[in-house]
């Protein structure tokens, strides 16, 4: 290392403590408190990157989280390797790896560079208007752009780190710790509000925390030494939390935020595990108050973008918070008094600025007369015309400013530089205002954006409010703090401030060069590569919106959501097209306001955390005894239970014959269950079923089918007279929890009169249904006290009974077809209960089926599953269960429906059965049904809903939907797929015992 | 995300509620007297405005309780809440 770019006496850093870190392979030394990027900078790199279309080299151009440039991926080629980090933000550590992106073989030699050189012909929309034609070639152009396109590399294996969210309640949230986010949360806290303060960066006191010149005093001290001291003071305050390394992503409506709290970011890598590393902050805050600052804008003129040229505010910063100089040789380009304020820092340290470019022609303060003093030249009305040098920026030239700022007159100045610090002016960061639904104001006379109406109970104070002097700073927080939080008890009580700066600036958004404009590389977003020459063209193409043109452009959609650039391009669609700024609005900023990791946003919801899982009583059986698992809603169901080399398909047919055959045993357990009660119960099921409840007696089941009001089937499952005024329902597994709801709902709202009371016992019980031949004889042993004869317990019955001392309902239900008992018990003995069937079942070969046997058994009888064989546009006519439909009852949901013109068509799509030609050849699920393939285009007809190779039929049977289907009974259709045509005759959807014979049948 | 004053609970989170449409929308007492356009009108039409509007919320994950809300579209201010079956308390 040549040059010694580290001063001393630095306030952020500790030299003390030497931390190295490998950067494209190579390895440099910082220090404790350093960011990558001021570590970078004190090892002379400033070259980080290359940008994303043109493949320009890059630098750090920002000290924060604005940056546009110096991003990079951190960690490559491990678990924990992250694309897209600003190298600003990244705080160095021990072990720390970053390399450039978007460059290949490396940053030095990027074979993307040619990009640059065919400049001329990649405009804005090059891409669109390229690879229009042919348009069936899009798909071969897109594999090439897309391999082009995007920075960093995501990573491939699992986040190794560990993440969370929190809740946080507050009076008042005050975002941004600068110095008037400070004085804020000084008044807040003592006025017993319960405060919390964040800031992004790991340190308090923004920006004002390094002005330290002699040029800046509040009462008569140091500015920042003032600052330290409020510091200092809050630091005590017990309702005041203080979160640093929290950066705000999001601010919604009704004051709700979020925020990404960085935990371990900044530790040594071997000082990580077992840390959280980052967590979400969901804020729910009574008042909220944003002092988020400004960002400093740059200025836009031909090669804006070489490494070295940074905003004056980050040159000023480099030097007064970590002792480093982004240059031997410094030159400042500005068109305010800011830089003098950088000026001043670097002469000081003894750091030559060799000159200062102002776009004004009169400068009259304190401070430019001290740079001036300091032996710095000064171009007043002069404007930098272009930049030189590759990798690096090594000179500029000069020209004077026209008298209205639109054109360079006189002779050319060359200027020789290591580093250009430029600002033009400042944009208050209203990022989350507006983010949270505020309205902005233009102010005209320093072409600013201000908020001006809250959305909710929130301020903005500070520069970010366009309170941009230290003098307004100060008295306006004072002033609107105390009126926002309600407080009279407030230590502030006047300021004495003395500032070297004045306020006067000419805002010239894209300033005049000698070169024609379409000659000329002025950046306006710097990671996208656009320029001022694409802002224009899309405008003479017919953009006039601004997010039109920033689409087109891509102006402000990289990583940085173009916090620097924005306003210049908003700048320069209004003198283009002769507007007033703010006419075409802004574009829209959303959240994150800086990027949030996966990890964070998911937190502990990953792995088998990432949704609730319910299991049934019986689970740890099925698992234990090698059962497969479908997920139906949240509930895990036993699918299939393969014997040794079984596969699917073989399990399934021997458990559907075992069923009929022998006996089956299922777990019905998620099945929904809800508890009807009250003197009004029998009615509100009249109301809610199609079918008539109030003749059903006590200890007796009936099937129910439950319509929308719209006529359309929604749910259906039997129901349980216990008592008089006592029902049980059974619901579908997925439905259960909707159809309470709906429940719920009509009572509350619409026969508030009935007396009816509704609880869902889906989980206090577990169902255990027996079917098949045998099932009798299995369940009379399991509960020997039960007379299960026909007579006495008849199919669609139920009885209270016990197992041993233990309460349990049978019910004599069927959705197999076979003779059936659905055996329930309070869940925690479900699993032993199941185990007493399948003990006294041995003999008579019990098997245990799952969902998938049970479709297939439902499907030869015929029964519907809502949800397969319907959607929401199945009406029970259509379902061919006009016998379901009471006549006679006045109303029930949806009845009206059933006769409304539409629903009385004849061409509805109607369930039907479908029997292929070839019996051993099944349906695909889904398949389309049609009845003439040569006519073009093809009518389709409808679908098959579900479809199964029936062991017990001995050949392959379907359901499915056909339009105007009831009418077609033997007629031959077609499953056109992707190799053949087959040919189904249309049949009765009941395959098998048409009769119900099987439901009594003595073996 | 709102922050909805349930009438029997107090102020919870949006998250623990769900929307349930248009407000004060009866459901005919004689739905078999009606032609399909009266009963389609019931069924089907739903006024979609920019400004006030008055809806029906479910405390799903609390009380289970149904109730009405006066919400502004345009920037999502709940004016009023009131229970089921009384008048809106804001024009």
Same mark, same amino acid.
């Given at each position: 290392?040549?040059?010694?770019?580290?001063?001393?006496?630095?306030?952020?850093?500790?030299?003390?403590?030497?931390?190295?870190?490998?950067?494209?392979?190579?390895?440099?030394?910082?220090?404790?408190?350093?960011?990558?990027?001021?570590?970078?900078?004190?090892?002379?790199?400033?070259?980080?990157?290359?940008?994303?279309?043109?493949?320009?080299?890059?630098?750090?151009?920002?000290?924060?989280?604005?940056?546009?440039?110096?991003?990079?991926?951190?960690?490559?080629?491990?678990?924990?390797?992250?694309?897209?980090?600003?190298?600003?933000?990244?705080?160095?550590?021990?072990?720390?790896?970053?390399?450039?992106?978007?460059?290949?073989?490396?940053?030095?030699?990027?074979?993307?560079?040619?990009?640059?050189?065919?400049?001329?012909?990649?405009?804005?929309?090059?891409?669109?208007?390229?690879?229009?034609?042919?348009?069936?070639?899009?798909?071969?152009?897109?594999?090439?752009?897309?391999?082009?396109?995007?920075?960093?590399?995501?990573?491939?294996?699992?986040?190794?780190?560990?993440?969370?969210?929190?809740?946080?309640?507050?009076?008042?949230?005050?975002?941004?710790?600068?110095?008037?986010?400070?004085?804020?949360?000084?008044?807040?806290?003592?006025?017993?509000?319960?405060?919390?303060?964040?800031?992004?960066?790991?340190?308090?006191?923004?920006?004002?925390?390094?002005?330290?010149?002699?040029?800046?005093?509040?009462?008569?001290?140091?500015?920042?030494?003032?600052?330290?001291?409020?510091?200092?003071?809050?630091?005590?305050?017990?309702?005041?939390?203080?979160?640093?390394?929290?950066?705000?992503?999001?601010?919604?409506?009704?004051?709700?935020?979020?925020?990404?709290?960085?935990?371990?970011?900044?530790?040594?890598?071997?000082?990580?595990?077992?840390?959280?590393?980052?967590?979400?902050?969901?804020?729910?805050?009574?008042?909220?108050?944003?002092?988020?600052?400004?960002? #400093?804008?740059?200025?836009? /003129?031909? !090669? &804006? $973008?070489?490494?070295?040229?940074?905003?004056? %505010?980050? @040159?000023? =910063?480099? +030097?007064?918070?970590?002792?480093?100089?982004?240059? #031997?040789?410094?030159?400042? /380009?500005? !068109? &305010? $008094?800011?830089?003098?304020?950088?000026?001043? %820092?670097? @002469?000081? =340290?003894? +750091?030559?600025?060799?000159?200062?470019?102002?776009?004004?022609?009169?400068?009259?303060?304190?401070?430019?007369?001290?740079?001036?003093?300091?032996?710095?030249?000064?171009?007043?009305?002069?404007?930098?015309?272009?930049?030189?040098?590759?990798?690096?920026?090594?000179?500029?030239?000069?020209?004077?400013?026209?008298?209205?700022?639109?054109?360079?007159?006189?002779?050319?100045?060359?200027?020789?530089?290591?580093?250009?610090?430029?600002?033009?002016?400042?944009?208050?960061?209203?990022?989350?205002?507006?983010?949270?639904?505020?309205?902005?104001?233009?102010?005209?006379?320093?072409?600013?954006?201000?908020?001006?109406?809250?959305?909710?109970?929130?301020?903005?104070?500070?520069?970010?409010?366009?309170?941009?002097?230290?003098?307004?700073?100060?008295?306006?927080?004072?002033?609107?703090?105390?009126?926002?939080?309600?407080?009279?008890?407030?230590?502030?009580?006047?300021?004495?401030?003395?500032?070297?700066?004045?306020?006067?600036?000419?805002?010239?958004?894209?300033?005049?060069?000698?070169?024609?404009?379409?000659?000329?590389?002025?950046?306006?977003?710097?990671?996208?590569?656009?320029?001022?020459?694409?802002?224009?063209?899309?405008?003479?193409?017919?953009?006039?919106?601004?997010?039109?043109?920033?689409?087109?452009?891509?102006?402000?959609?990289?990583?940085?959501?173009?916090?620097?650039?924005?306003?210049?391009?908003?700048?320069?669609?209004?003198?283009?097209?002769?507007?007033?700024?703010?006419?075409?609005?802004?574009?829209?900023?959303?959240?994150?306001?800086?990027?949030?990791?996966?990890?964070?946003?998911?937190?502990?919801?990953?792995?088998?955390?990432?949704?609730?899982?319910?299991?049934?009583?019986?689970?740890?059986?099925?698992?234990?005894?090698?059962?497969?698992?479908?997920?139906?809603?949240?509930?895990?169901?036993?699918?299939?239970?393969?014997?040794?080399?079984?596969?699917?398909?073989?399990?399934?047919?021997?458990?559907?014959?075992?069923?009929?055959?022998?006996?089956?045993?299922?777990?019905?357990?998620?099945?929904?269950?809800?508890?009807?009660?009250?003197?009004?119960?029998?009615?509100?099921?009249?109301?809610?079923?199609?079918?008539?409840?109030?003749?059903?007696?006590?200890?007796?089941?009936?099937?129910?089918?439950?319509?929308?009001?719209?006529?359309?089937?929604?749910?259906?499952?039997?129901?349980?007279?216990?008592?008089?005024?006592?029902?049980?329902?059974?619901?579908?597994?997925?439905?259960?929890?909707?159809?309470?709801?709906?429940?719920?709902?009509?009572?509350?709202?619409?026969?508030?009169?009935?007396?009816?009371?509704?609880?869902?016992?889906?989980?206090?019980?577990?169902?255990?249904?027996?079917?098949?031949?045998?099932?009798?004889?299995?369940?009379?042993?399991?509960?020997?006290?039960?007379?299960?004869?026909?007579?006495?317990?008849?199919?669609?019955?139920?009885?209270?009974?016990?197992?041993?001392?233990?309460?349990?309902?049978?019910?004599?239900?069927?959705?197999?077809?076979?003779?059936?008992?659905?055996?329930?018990?309070?869940?925690?003995?479900?699993?032993?209960?199941?185990?007493?069937?399948?003990?006294?079942?041995?003999?008579?070969?019990?098997?245990?089926?799952?969902?998938?046997?049970?479709?297939?058994?439902?499907?030869?009888?015929?029964?519907?599953?809502?949800?397969?064989?319907?959607?929401?546009?199945?009406?029970?006519?259509?379902?061919?269960?006009?016998?379901?439909?009471?006549?006679?009852?006045?109303?029930?949901?949806?009845?009206?429906?059933?006769?409304?013109?539409?629903?009385?068509?004849?061409?509805?799509?109607?369930?039907?059965?479908?029997?292929?030609?070839?019996?051993?050849?099944?349906?695909?699920?889904?398949?389309?049904?049609?009845?003439?393939?040569?006519?073009?285009?093809?009518?389709?007809?409808?679908?098959?809903?579900?479809?199964?190779?029936?062991?017990?039929?001995?050949?392959?049977?379907?359901?499915?939907?056909?339009?105007?289907?009831?009418?077609?009974?033997?007629?031959?259709?077609?499953?056109?797929?992707?190799?053949?045509?087959?040919?189904?005759?249309?049949?009765?959807?009941?395959?098998?015992?048409?009769?119900?014979?099987?439901?009594?049948?003595?073996? | 995300?709102?922050?909805?004053?349930?009438?029997?609970?107090?102020?919870?989170?949006?998250?623990?509620?769900?929307?349930?449409?248009?407000?004060?929308?009866?459901?005919?007492?004689?739905?078999?007297?009606?032609?399909?356009?009266?009963?389609?009108?019931?069924?089907?039409?739903?006024?979609?405005?920019?400004?006030?509007?008055?809806?029906?919320?479910?405390?799903?994950?609390?009380?289970?309780?149904?109730?009405?809300?006066?919400?502004?579209?345009?920037?999502?201010?709940?004016?009023?809440?009131?229970?089921?079956?009384?008048?809106?308390?804001?024009?």
């Amino acid at each position: 290392m040549s040059k010694n770019l580290r001063y001393k006496s630095s306030k952020l850093v500790d030299e003390t403590y030497r931390i190295s870190f490998k950067f494209n392979n190579k390895i440099y030394y910082g220090y404790k408190g350093d960011t990558l990027a001021s570590a970078l900078l004190a090892n002379d790199v400033h070259l980080v990157g290359r940008s994303f279309k043109y493949h320009r080299p890059r630098g750090i151009m920002t000290a924060g989280s604005e940056e546009p440039n110096a991003i990079i991926q951190l960690h490559d080629n491990t678990s924990r390797t992250e694309p897209n980090v600003r190298a600003t933000e990244i705080e160095i550590y021990e072990g720390l790896v970053a390399s450039s992106q978007n460059c290949w073989p490396s940053v030095n030699f990027d074979i993307g560079g040619i990009n640059n050189i065919l400049s001329p012909i990649l405009p804005a929309g090059f891409y669109y208007k390229t690879f229009m034609w042919p348009k069936s070639f899009w798909e071969k152009y897109e594999y090439f752009i897309r391999k082009s396109a995007g920075l960093g590399k995501s990573p491939k294996e699992a986040d190794p780190d560990l993440y969370e969210h929190k809740y946080i309640h507050c009076d008042v949230l005050i975002i941004g710790a600068g110095i008037s986010g400070i004085m804020a949360a000084k008044m807040a806290a003592k006025n017993g509000l319960k405060t919390l303060l964040v800031d992004e960066k790991s340190f308090l006191g923004g920006s004002t925390i390094y002005d330290n010149s002699e040029f800046s005093k509040i009462n008569n001290q140091i500015t920042s030494s003032w600052l330290e001291k409020e510091i200092n003071e809050i630091s005590k305050l017990e309702n005041l939390e203080i979160k640093t390394r929290t950066s705000v992503a999001a601010f919604h409506g009704y004051n709700f935020l979020l925020a990404r709290e960085n935990l371990t970011d900044h530790l040594p890598i071997n000082q990580r595990d077992n840390k959280i590393r980052h967590r979400l902050l969901k804020i729910r805050a009574k008042k909220v108050i944003t002092a988020t600052g400004a960002i #400093e804008r740059p200025l836009i /003129f031909d !090669n &804006n $973008d070489r490494p070295g040229i940074l905003l004056s %505010s980050a @040159v000023k =910063k480099y +030097i007064d918070l970590y002792g480093v100089a982004c240059g #031997e040789n410094n030159i400042l /380009f500005t !068109n &305010n $008094d800011t830089a003098y304020e950088t000026a001043m %820092s670097l @002469v000081q =340290k003894g +750091i030559k600025v060799n000159a200062i470019i102002d776009n004004r022609e009169v400068i009259d303060s304190k401070l430019s007369y001290e740079v001036e003093k300091n032996n710095v030249r000064i171009f007043k009305g002069h404007t930098v015309v272009d930049t030189y040098g590759y990798k690096r920026i090594n000179g500029l030239s000069i020209m004077e400013l026209s008298k209205d700022g639109q054109k360079v007159i006189g002779k050319k100045i060359r200027l020789s530089c290591d580093s250009l610090g430029v600002s033009g002016g400042w944009t208050p960061a209203v990022h989350l205002f507006t983010q949270s639904g505020g309205k902005l104001k233009f102010r005209e006379d320093d072409q600013v954006f201000i908020p001006n109406k809250y959305p909710s109970d929130q301020l903005s104070i500070g520069s970010c409010n366009g309170d941009l002097s230290l003098e307004e700073i100060t008295t306006n927080t004072v002033l609107s703090v105390k009126k926002f939080l309600n407080i009279n008890n407030i230590d502030y009580k006047s300021f004495e401030i003395i500032t070297g700066i004045h306020k006067s600036k000419r805002n010239i958004w894209l300033l005049p060069s000698d070169k024609i404009l379409g000659k000329t590389k002025s950046f306006v977003d710097y990671q996208n590569d656009a320029t001022a020459k694409d802002i224009k063209l899309a405008l003479r193409e017919g953009f006039r919106s601004i997010e039109h043109v920033k689409r087109y452009t891509t102006t402000g959609m990289g990583t940085d959501q173009g916090k620097l650039g924005n306003m210049h391009a908003l700048g320069i669609i209004s003198e283009t097209a002769g507007t007033k700024m703010g006419e075409h609005g802004t574009t829209t900023f959303r959240p994150p306001y800086t990027p949030l990791t996966f990890g964070t946003i998911v937190g502990r919801n990953v792995g088998e955390f990432f949704d609730i899982i319910r299991r049934t009583p019986i689970h740890d059986w099925h698992v234990a005894n090698n059962a497969k698992f479908e997920n139906v809603g949240q509930w895990k169901r036993a699918w299939y239970y393969p014997k040794e080399n079984e596969n699917m398909h073989q399990a399934v047919q021997r458990e559907s014959k075992a069923a009929r055959e022998c006996a089956g045993i299922l777990d019905a357990s998620t099945l929904g269950k809800i508890d009807i009660q009250g003197t009004d119960a029998s009615e509100f099921l009249n109301r809610i079923y199609t079918n008539a409840w109030s003749k059903l007696d006590i200890g007796k089941c009936r099937y129910g089918l439950m319509l929308n009001e719209d006529g359309m089937v929604y749910d259906d499952g039997v129901t349980t007279r216990l008592d008089e005024n006592h029902y049980i329902m059974t619901t579908t597994t997925g439905g259960a929890a909707n159809v309470l709801g709906k429940l719920e709902d009509y009572l509350q709202t619409e026969w508030p009169e009935l007396d009816v009371y509704l609880s869902s016992v889906t989980d206090h019980f577990a169902t255990i249904s027996v079917c098949g031949p045998h099932s009798k004889k299995i369940v009379s042993k399991v509960i020997p006290d039960l007379d299960f004869s026909d007579e006495k317990f008849p199919h669609m019955s139920f009885k209270n009974t016990k197992i041993g001392q233990i309460k349990c309902k049978v019910m004599r239900i069927s959705f197999t077809g076979e003779q059936s008992y659905e055996i329930n018990i309070q869940s925690n003995y479900g699993k032993s209960v199941w185990e007493k069937c399948m003990e006294e079942g041995k003999d008579f070969n019990i098997t245990p089926y799952g969902t998938e046997t049970m479709h297939l058994l439902r499907a030869e009888k015929g029964f519907i599953i809502v949800g397969q064989d319907t959607d929401a546009t199945m009406t029970p006519i259509d379902l061919q269960m006009d016998w379901i439909v009471s006549k006679k009852k006045y109303d029930f949901i949806g009845k009206r429906s059933l006769y409304r013109s539409d629903t009385i068509k004849d061409d509805r799509k109607q369930l039907v059965g479908l029997l292929t030609e070839n019996p051993k050849e099944v349906l695909e699920e889904g398949a389309q049904i049609v009845a003439d393939v040569k006519k073009s285009p093809i009518e389709m007809l409808g679908h098959v809903t579900s479809s199964y190779y029936s062991p017990n039929l001995n050949k392959s049977i379907a359901l499915g939907v056909v339009k105007g289907g009831k009418k077609m009974l033997g007629q031959k259709l077609i499953i056109p797929m992707e190799n053949k045509n087959i040919n189904v005759t249309v049949a009765d959807p009941v395959f098998l015992d048409k009769e119900g014979k099987r439901l009594n049948a003595k073996l | 995300m709102f922050l909805i004053n349930c009438p029997f609970c107090g102020e919870r989170e949006q998250s623990e509620f769900k929307a349930g449409g248009e407000a004060h929308i009866e459901r005919p007492k004689q739905p078999t007297e009606l032609s399909d356009d009266e009963w389609a009108e019931f069924l089907f039409m739903r006024k979609n405005i920019k400004g006030v509007q008055f809806e029906r919320w479910n405390h799903a994950h609390g009380c289970r309780k149904w109730f009405n809300i006066a919400r502004d579209t345009s920037n999502d201010q709940i004016k009023a809440v009131y229970k089921m079956g009384e008048k809106p308390p804001v024009k």
